[in-house]
């Protein structure tokens, strides 16, 4: 079952991510050296969820979706550039989700966006904190990824 989303200017997220994205993430990434982020784009009504890393993920949907004649929307976000891309396209790759170059779904598409949600709220919990920013945020990405089979069970 889908949350409720929001759409504006072409992008759909959940009311959360509207809330980090207007107020808290921008004003603390400000004080933080975050890096880009890994994004997750989603056909509407589809499968096939690009992941990505871009440091202005709007724009790159821009792009996107010039070469897709299916609308796509950005599901998820997750603080990080691409390495930790990388560690998702390794890990849905294993899984058997990988559909070609950096497309995914292959039946998974509803684990992929939980764990990328499980990990974009742990990172805005230690954005909230407001202590060890950068290494906390690259350890919601560890302990998510590690953690994957009891997050999504």
Known sequence: MRAA?????????????????????????????????????????GEAIKI??????????VGLQTGNPRKLEIRQLVVGGAPVETRFHRLWTRKGALIRDEWFGNGHHDSILALAKHI???????LDAGRLVEAGLARCVDDGLRNHRAILA
């Open 120 to 126: 974009a709220q742990a990172q805005l919990d230690v």
């Open 52 to 61: 990505g890393t871009a440091s202005e993920p709007w724009a790159r949907l």
């Open 5 to 45: 989303t929001i759409e504006r200017n072409g992008v759909v997220l959940e009311q959360w991510q509207w809330d980090a994205l207007d107020v808290e993430l921008p004003r603390k990434l400000r004080h933080a050296a975050t890096g880009p982020f890994v994004y997750f784009a989603q056909e509407v009504d």
